[in-house]
């Protein structure tokens, strides 16, 4: 039952946080856009590091054995749970051809530990058909749609990795431009209150993906 608040938590509580504007989680992720041996878009390998306040809330009691780290059976529950409540959420991506959104298949890979005082998440996502990335074809945004958590790309050289991409291949980190009025309907929620559906569309960094297209 612990968990299960736990994994909420990234929607509904954040204990260390006066009550203020939204987001109230912050997230660094680092992305693989996954191809394979035809050149073809297949997937992202997402990694979400978890801000240390949110941490602190999540791993409370959680290491038994006195070693100063968090179990990680107790680890793999809190991913598990969070992952299962994501879900309806598509786990926060959005990737397209062109218009069209790509529907995910299960996910993949999954796994997470301590990163210093941060919780590391990582798992695949993986797309239900591939995708040609010749042209402009492939994007992806990656958001909570209520702003409760903020998604932005890891303030690193490489946040985004191409692997086994065709030769040429390269990406554009597009940030947000948020409209006036999505940063007003921001600014007046509280903790406990979560944003309409799609706010955190708004807030948003999308990657834009360009290879040859020969």
Not at 35 to 51: A, E, I, P, S
Not at 94 to 112: D, F, H, V, W, Y
Not at 116 to 140: A, I, Q
Request: aromatic share 12%; glycine share 6%.
């Amino acid at each position: 039952m612990r968990s299960f608040f736990i994994a909420c938590s990234l929607f509904l509580l954040t204990p260390f946080q006066p009550a203020q504007a939204h987001p109230h989680v912050w997230t660094d992720m680092t992305i693989e856009i996954l191809f394979n041996d035809d050149g073809m878009v297949t997937g992202l390998r997402q990694t979400w590091l978890f801000d240390d306040y949110y941490t602190a809330y999540a791993v409370e009691g959680m290491d038994l054995d006195g070693d100063g780290n968090p179990d990680p059976e107790n680890l793999n529950e809190i991913m598990q749970v969070n992952l299962e409540h994501l879900k309806e959420y598509g786990y926060f991506t959005e990737a397209r051809e062109n218009e069209k959104i790509l529907k995910l298949q299960p996910l993949t890979g999954k796994s997470t530990r301590m990163l210093g005082k941060r919780l590391e998440m990582t798992f695949t996502s993986p797309f239900e058909n591939p995708v040609s990335p010749k042209g402009n074809n492939f994007s992806y945004a990656i958001f909570d749609p209520t702003y409760y958590v903020e998604m932005l790309h890891a303030e690193t050289e490489n946040p985004v990795i191409l692997s086994g991409a065709p030769a040429g291949c390269s990406y554009k980190i597009n940030p947000p431009n948020p409209d006036p009025s999505a940063v007003a309907q921001a600014a007046m929620l509280d903790a406990s209150v979560r944003g309409e559906t799609g706010l955190g569309s708004f807030f948003a960094e999308r990657v834009s993906l360009t290879c040859p297209e020969d």
